[in-house]
């Protein structure tokens, strides 16, 4: 026989024993189930080769990872490179994952370090052999546990995987849950009472392949979708009153956390104004907005809109920041428009007083003004006159006195008076008669 055609038998034969070792669906024979029972930290060892298998049977705890970690070696010299692969069978026998191949070449050995994502319940392992070659392989290699700390507990194949057995959640609440290899969907169902606007946020732990997330309406109509996305950071929904349907859709076994939040309020963002005084000139002044949240500046029109109000007359001008999309509410800021600083026309000294009198403002600009007098350049120990009028005559003080008088407007609103700066100081001497 030449020797394509025994290379060709060869082939032909391993095949027919790979598919009599294994049935296609799985661990469906009792010819096939692990022994022993082994536990999570304890190391198996043993030999397998074309015509042995090594099976275990194992527990999982809650859903989590389970990994394999361990080493493969040659059981026997030999001209080819031979190889061994892990399988994973749930508890009615479907298999639920398969390693690639550890290949061993003529000397030496390979290291495995395998990491499955698995539900709470019974598993079975099986340790073989690559069948296309004679040697056999000896293994060593203990399970480790690490718990996704699932919001909902899930057993085996998953237990929230459809809209019928979509698990219940809130609003403003964050969730955890597991893709596991026996499994490929995770449903939640919510609701919503009112029209509003929310924030979806997820976030893929350790996914090698982006996962697609779906929103359907109470039918089951997909009314949103994100694919290819390992995060979501608030994108926004506008929902309707109802029952809503979120679809986690993994592509691979992966853990992950998301949260169907409220809009963000605007008394939560950081408003900053580019001015905080002005001075009245008859215009309406508009100082600048800046908005941050958590470090991160927002976007006019696109996250809040802003207007103004009271911002031309003396006063407290307003600013209104109204959020949009992901924040909602509004945050009022105010900030000063000071009348203008008055002029004094002239102070003339009186029997042991003085009269001072200055330029009228419009009604826009001032409601009043005060005088103030000291007998010190610096203006310490001033006394201080209110009036509504332009002129003021102060009389009781010393006769033949040096003083120094100024003046300033000042604009009531409500129970605020907001100031103008002072005028320049005058010098007077009042009169003995």
């Known amino acids: 026989m030449?020797?394509?055609?025994?290379?060709?038998?060869?082939?032909?034969?391993?095949?027919?024993?790979?598919?009599?070792?294994?049935?296609?669906?799985?661990?469906?024979?009792?010819?096939y189930a692990a022994d022993p029972v082994i536990s999570m930290g304890s190391t198996q060892t043993g030999t397998v080769s074309r015509d042995k298998t090594?099976?275990?049977?194992?527990?999982?705890?809650?859903?989590?990872k389970v990994k394999i970690s361990g080493l493969a070696e040659r059981a026997n010299t030999g001209i080819l490179t031979t190889s061994i692969r892990f399988r994973i069978y749930q508890e009615d026998g479907t298999k639920v994952y398969s390693s690639g191949m550890f290949y061993m070449p003529t000397t030496g050995r390979t290291y495995v370090n395998l990491t499955t994502y698995l539900n709470k319940g019974n598993y079975t392992i099986e340790v073989l052999q690559d069948y296309s070659v004679n040697d056999g392989a000896r293994y060593s290699f203990a399970l480790s546990f690490?718990?996704?700390?699932?919001?909902?507990?899930?057993?085996?194949?998953?237990?929230?995987?459809?809209?019928?057995?979509?698990?219940?959640?809130?609003?403003?609440?964050?969730?955890?849950?597991?893709?596991?290899?026996?499994?490929?969907?995770?449903?939640?169902?919510?609701?919503?009472?009112?029209k509003t606007n929310m924030r979806v946020i997820f976030n893929s732990i350790d996914s090698t392949r982006a996962p697609?997330?779906?929103?359907?309406?109470?039918?089951?109509?997909?009314q949103y979708s994100w694919s290819y996305r390992t995060s979501l950071d608030g994108e926004v929904?506008?929902?309707?009153?109802?029952?809503?349907?979120?679809?986690?859709?993994?592509?691979?076994?992966?853990l992950y956390s998301f949260q169907i939040a409220s809009p963000i309020p605007m008394a939560a963002t950081s408003i900053?104004?580019?001015?905080?005084?002005?001075?009245?000139?008859?215009?309406?002044?508009?100082?600048?907005?800046?908005?941050?949240?958590?470090?991160?500046?927002?976007?006019?029109?696109?996250?809040?809109t802003v207007s103004y109000s009271a911002n031309k007359n003396a006063g407290i001008g307003k600013v209104t920041?109204?959020?949009?999309?992901?924040?909602?509410?509004?945050?009022?800021?105010?900030?000063?428009?000071?009348?203008?600083?008055?002029?004094?026309?002239?102070?003339?000294?009186?029997?042991?007083g003085f009269k001072a009198?200055?330029?009228?403002?419009?009604?826009?600009?001032?409601?009043?003004?005060?005088?103030?007098?000291?007998?010190?350049?610096?203006?310490?120990?001033?006394?201080?006159?209110?009036?509504?009028?332009?002129?003021?005559?102060?009389?009781?003080?010393?006769?033949?006195?040096?003083?120094?008088?100024?003046?300033?407007?000042?604009?009531?609103v409500g129970k605020q008076k907001v100031y103008s700066s002072w005028s320049a100081k005058r010098a007077i001497t009042t009169k003995r008669r």
């Open 2 to 31: 030449g020797t394509i055609k025994r290379r060709a038998l060869s082939v032909l034969l391993a095949a027919v024993l790979a598919v009599t070792m294994i049935p296609a669906e799985g661990l469906t024979s009792k010819a």
């Open 54 to 64: 090594a099976y275990y049977r194992f527990s999982v705890p809650s859903s989590g």
């Open 146 to 194: 690490e718990s996704a700390n699932e919001s909902f507990a899930e057993m085996n194949a998953g237990t929230n995987n459809t809209f019928d057995t979509a698990s219940a959640i809130r609003a403003n609440t964050t969730y955890r849950g597991m893709i596991a290899n026996n499994e490929h969907h995770d449903v939640y169902r919510f609701s919503i009472p009112s």
């Open 212 to 222: 697609k997330i779906n929103i359907y309406d109470g039918n089951r109509v997909k």
């Open 237 to 254: 929904v506008e929902f309707s009153p109802g029952t809503y349907y979120f679809e986690i859709d993994g592509y691979d076994p992966f």
């Open 272 to 304: 900053k104004l580019s001015d905080s005084s002005y001075t009245y000139d008859g215009y309406a002044k508009t100082p600048d907005v800046a908005v941050a949240y958590n470090g991160s500046m927002l976007r006019n029109s696109r996250n809040y």
């Open 321 to 352: 920041v109204t959020g949009k999309g992901a924040y909602a509410g509004s945050v009022t800021k105010t900030f000063k428009i000071k009348p203008g600083r008055p002029s004094i026309k002239a102070v003339k000294g009186v029997k042991k």
């Open 357 to 412: 009198t200055w330029a009228k403002k419009s009604k826009a600009e001032a409601t009043g003004y005060q005088v103030q007098y000291s007998t010190k350049k610096s203006m310490k120990g001033a006394k201080t006159k209110t009036v509504k009028g332009t002129s003021k005559t102060v009389k009781g003080l010393k006769a033949g006195k040096r003083y120094y008088v100024r003046v300033r407007a000042y604009k009531t």
